[in-house]
């Protein structure tokens, strides 16, 4: 009952991991709550949901799973985490690795092995056999590796899903090209990071101290200014019009950027930068700023990263007055490469996945003028422009 | 290990909190606050101290604050002075140990409530320096070789303010709690708790413009309970009359007094417009 509760958080993307399922059995096992069914609500609600934009979701998922019952029976609270916790260490696991969790405290692990084993196992059994055999001779339950996969099947029919479940753990690049977090765009942004001392000294600088106290003979303390991100960055966002799909994801980007560079600016354009640019897109009309007022204002150290998704009809890029929007002296090619002239360090991120890049010709355009820096706007792709951008 | 924590005199605590509370102390993991400022997350360590009669250490996390100062910090600008002056002490690096928060929690017999207050404003990885510290109450002291181990596993309670996104291995370890904003029932038990003898309609009329208020949409900063119970406070200090608070609002939809629930100037400007186009509609 509770493994299909935690699947079906799983499936609506409630990010709940095998730890948290387990210490929510654990707290069941210590009597942590009495058998209302209000308190298992709250004990799962604060043992597996670990943000707050998640809590929705969860009530969904377990009035669902829950849908009229009342009361859980003593017997079943009791004896389904022993099996489980059981299973999960003493069946599945050898005592090294045992040792091993312990030691590291990691569930990756284990979500490893696990499914390694469960790998090993589909190649044994393949020999036309069904994946679970009936009548409870399949191997693969007799074996031991997965005894709950089967004690699952047997209970509600859905073995299917719980192997599901452990194949969905294959994509573990997750985290690298999918999920893109604020946190997560943040500790890739650190990339680009340029210390300078400057300011106050108010921190003893340790070396320096011990140096000249031995040379004067007496207590010498030295202080040394601390050390603070130097970096500049000036961001241009393409707004408006096919963007608008990728607006959540801009704003992550940008609000992390925000936070993690002290000087930063960022101005907006629309599809192809032309000779004037905004920072207020509701009075984008109004106040324009000159390109070329932002390109004498900001000196050439600045980083400089384009955020757009450069799909649009090449005659933008290619032909003066090939603006959707005004009439255009200049080809926004040619204000594209006075930005690539003037600052070293530019880079192009790209919402739009990569593999549709070669069939757009205006994205192969301004990869082009950008000397193939152009980057997904993936953790990889972000990872990657920055180290392009911390270079030199 | 069979405390049950079922809230105070002074604290209501909703039955899914103390759920929580009870969760994280029998399993002795940390748990984890969120919640609306001033929905009493701070006070929540000091009432589950009171009520389990336990001593309550308190940490508060501040944009500086480094994992590393809550286990020790090693004191090298003292001993090298003492070592210049001859001083005795100096032969033994203890000496220039100072105990963190942690570390504090750790050596007591009995069990305490560690609070970690705010943990969200100190640096991105912050939480992850302290994973396994928490995880495991032990730490390594370098400088001495020793390790210290929790006597006894301190009830851990963490605050976040939701500034930054913690990270998904720390918050795996947590009991986690969001303290939603308490409805009108359990707030008006809330108010009876800090002012036993308030009278019930000054509270009921003071509680429908304080939800009214709340409502505003485009309000910057929302009234929090503190507010409310400061606000009351003046109220019945000036001893305003429980109709004349009905009745102003109708007029003037700025409640009296509104200093102590709204405090963001743009927010006034707000109620002034509003409060001048509900006039201009009544004439």
Same mark, same amino acid.
């Given at each position: 009952?509770? +493994?299909?509760?935690?699947?079906?958080?799983?499936?609506?993307?409630?990010?709940?991991?095998?730890?948290?399922?387990?210490?929510?059995?654990?707290?069941?096992?210590? &009597?942590?709550?009495?058998?209302?069914?209000?308190?298992?609500?709250?004990?799962?609600?604060?043992?597996? +949901?670990?943000?707050?934009?998640?809590?929705?979701?969860?009530?969904?998922?377990?009035?669902? =799973?829950?849908?009229?019952?009342?009361?859980?029976?003593?017997?079943?609270?009791?004896?389904?985490?022993?099996?489980?916790?059981?299973?999960?260490?003493?069946?599945?696991?050898?005592?090294?690795?045992?040792?091993?969790?312990?030691?590291?405290?990691?569930?990756?692990?284990?979500?490893?092995?696990?499914?390694?084993?469960?790998?090993?196992?589909?190649?044994?059994?393949?020999?036309?056999?069904?994946?679970?055999?009936?009548?409870?001779?399949?191997?693969?339950?007799?074996?031991?590796?997965?005894?709950?996969? /089967?004690?699952?099947?047997?209970?509600?029919?859905?073995?299917?899903?719980?192997?599901?479940?452990?194949?969905?753990?294959?994509?573990?690049?997750?985290?690298?090209?999918?999920?893109?977090?604020?946190?997560?765009?943040?500790?890739?942004?650190?990339?680009?990071?340029?210390?300078?001392?400057?300011?106050?000294?108010?921190?003893?600088?340790?070396?320096?101290?011990?140096?000249?106290?031995?040379?004067?003979?007496?207590?010498?303390?030295?202080?040394?200014?601390?050390?603070?991100?130097? =970096?500049?960055?000036?961001?241009?966002?393409?707004?408006?019009?096919?963007? &608008?799909?990728?607006?959540?994801?801009?704003?992550?980007?940008?609000?992390?950027?925000?936070?993690?560079?002290?000087?930063?600016?960022?101005?907006?354009?629309?599809?192809?930068?032309?000779?004037?640019?905004?920072?207020?897109?509701?009075?984008?009309?109004?106040?324009?700023?000159?390109?070329?007022?932002?390109?004498?204002?900001?000196?050439?150290?600045?980083?400089?990263?384009? /955020?757009? &998704?450069?799909?649009?009809?090449?005659?933008?890029?290619?032909?003066?007055?090939?603006?959707?929007?005004?009439?255009?002296?200049?080809?926004?090619?040619?204000?594209?490469?006075?930005?690539?002239?003037?600052?070293?360090?530019? /880079?192009?991120?790209?919402?739009?996945?990569?593999?549709?890049?070669?069939?757009?010709?205006?994205?192969?355009?301004?990869?082009?003028?950008?000397?193939?820096?152009?980057?997904?706007?993936?953790?990889?792709?972000?990872?990657?422009?920055?180290?392009?951008?911390?270079?030199? | 290990?069979?405390?049950?924590?079922?809230?105070?005199?002074?604290?209501?605590?909703?039955?899914?909190?103390?759920?929580?509370?009870?969760?994280?102390?029998?399993?002795?993991?940390?748990?984890?606050?969120?919640?609306?400022?001033?929905?009493?997350?701070?006070?929540?360590?000091?009432?589950?101290?009171?009520?389990?009669?336990?001593?309550?250490?308190?940490?508060?996390?501040?944009?500086?604050?480094?994992?590393?100062?809550?286990?020790?910090?090693?004191?090298? !600008?003292?001993?090298?002075?003492?070592?210049?002056?001859?001083?005795?002490?100096?032969?033994?690096?203890?000496?220039?140990?100072?105990?963190?928060?942690?570390?504090?929690?750790?050596?007591?017999?009995?069990?305490?409530?560690?609070?970690?207050?705010? !943990?969200?404003?100190?640096?991105?990885?912050?939480?992850?320096?302290?994973?396994?510290?928490?995880?495991?109450?032990?730490?390594?002291?370098?400088?001495?070789?020793?390790?210290?181990?929790?006597?006894?596993?301190?009830?851990?309670?963490?605050?976040?303010?939701?500034?930054?996104?913690?990270?998904?291995?720390?918050?795996?370890?947590?009991?986690?709690?969001?303290?939603?904003?308490?409805?009108?029932?359990?707030?008006?038990? !809330?108010?009876?708790?800090?002012?036993?003898?308030?009278?019930?309609?000054?509270?009921?009329?003071?509680?429908?413009?304080?939800?009214?208020?709340?409502?505003?949409?485009?309000?910057?900063?929302?009234?929090?309970?503190?507010?409310?119970?400061?606000?009351?406070?003046?109220?019945?200090?000036?001893? !305003?009359?429980?109709?004349?608070?009905?009745?102003?609002?109708?007029?003037?939809?700025?409640?009296?007094?509104?200093?102590?629930?709204?405090?963001?100037?743009?927010?006034?400007?707000?109620?002034?417009?509003?409060?001048?186009?509900?006039?201009?509609?009544?004439?």
């Amino acid at each position: 009952m509770f +493994v299909n509760f935690f699947h079906e958080l799983k499936a609506q993307n409630v990010p709940v991991s095998l730890r948290e399922y387990l210490s929510l059995l654990e707290a069941l096992d210590n &009597d942590v709550i009495g058998n209302q069914v209000e308190e298992f609500y709250y004990l799962s609600k604060a043992a597996l +949901v670990k943000d707050e934009r998640n809590l929705d979701k969860f009530d969904r998922v377990f009035g669902e =799973v829950f849908k009229g019952l009342e009361s859980l029976g003593e017997g079943d609270i009791a004896e389904i985490p022993e099996e489980w916790l059981r299973s999960m260490t003493e069946k599945f696991l050898t005592e090294e690795e045992k040792a091993e969790i312990e030691a590291l405290g990691g569930w990756e692990k284990i979500m490893e092995e696990l499914k390694k084993r469960l790998e090993e196992q589909e190649k044994r059994h393949e020999g036309g056999n069904k994946w679970i055999g009936t009548g409870g001779t399949s191997p693969f339950g007799a074996d031991g590796f997965n005894p709950e996969g /089967v004690r699952i099947g047997q209970k509600e029919g859905r073995h299917g899903k719980a192997v599901k479940v452990w194949d969905k753990r294959e994509y573990k690049n997750l985290d690298d090209s999918v999920e893109l977090g604020t946190r997560n765009i943040k500790v890739a942004l650190r990339r680009l990071r340029k210390f300078a001392r400057d300011g106050e000294a108010d921190i003893l600088d340790i070396d320096d101290t011990i140096k000249s106290t031995a040379h004067a003979g007496y207590l010498d303390i030295k202080m040394i200014a601390e050390r603070r991100n130097k =970096v500049k960055v000036l961001v241009f966002f393409d707004i408006g019009g096919s963007m &608008d799909g990728h607006i959540r994801l801009c704003e992550e980007l940008f609000s992390a950027a925000r936070t993690e560079f002290k000087n930063m600016e960022y101005f907006y354009f629309h599809n192809c930068l032309y000779e004037g640019l905004w920072k207020d897109n509701t009075r984008r009309h109004t106040e324009k700023m000159p390109t070329w007022d932002v390109l004498h204002t900001f000196p050439s150290d600045y980083k400089v990263i384009f /955020v757009g &998704d450069a799909s649009m009809s090449p005659y933008e890029i290619t032909y003066e007055g090939g603006s959707v929007e005004h009439w255009n002296e200049e080809a926004g090619a040619t204000w594209l490469q006075r930005v690539t002239e003037v600052y070293e360090n530019c /880079v192009w991120l790209n919402p739009v996945a990569e593999r549709y890049w070669e069939h757009t010709a205006s994205t192969q355009i301004i990869k082009q003028i950008f000397s193939d820096r152009m980057y997904p706007l993936t953790l990889e792709g972000l990872d990657g422009a920055m180290r392009e951008l911390s270079r030199g | 290990m069979s405390q049950k924590f079922e809230g105070t005199e002074n604290y209501i605590a909703t039955e899914d909190l103390r759920v929580a509370v009870n969760a994280a102390l029998t399993l002795q993991r940390p748990l984890l606050i969120k919640g609306e400022p001033g929905t009493g997350k701070t006070v929540l360590a000091e009432e589950v101290s009171k009520a389990l009669d336990m001593e309550l250490i308190t940490w508060h996390v501040k944009s500086t604050t480094k994992a590393q100062q809550g286990l020790y910090e090693y004191d090298a !600008i003292t001993r090298l002075r003492d070592s210049q002056l001859g001083d005795e002490r100096v032969k033994d690096v203890k000496n220039y140990i100072n105990k963190g928060k942690l570390w504090e929690a750790f050596e007591k017999k009995k069990r305490v409530v560690l609070l970690i207050d705010e !943990i969200d404003k100190a640096d991105i990885e912050f939480p992850n320096d302290l994973l396994q510290e928490l995880d495991r109450m032990e730490f390594y002291v370098y400088e001495t070789g020793e390790t210290i181990k929790a006597v006894e596993r301190p009830l851990v309670i963490i605050t976040s303010n939701n500034e930054k996104e913690l990270p998904d291995a720390f918050l795996r370890r947590c009991f986690f709690h969001y303290i939603s904003f308490p409805d009108a029932a359990t707030m008006s038990q !809330i108010i009876n708790v800090h002012y036993p003898d308030i009278k019930e309609r000054l509270v009921r009329n003071a509680l429908a413009s304080f939800y009214e208020v709340r409502d505003v949409p485009g309000l910057k900063k929302k009234p929090s309970t503190s507010e409310l119970l400061d606000w009351l406070k003046l109220l019945m200090n000036e001893d !305003i009359d429980p109709e004349t608070l009905r009745e102003q609002d109708a007029g003037k939809l700025i409640p009296p007094l509104h200093g102590a629930l709204i405090k963001n100037e743009q927010d006034v400007h707000l109620f002034e417009r509003l409060a001048f186009l509900a006039r201009r509609e009544r004439n």
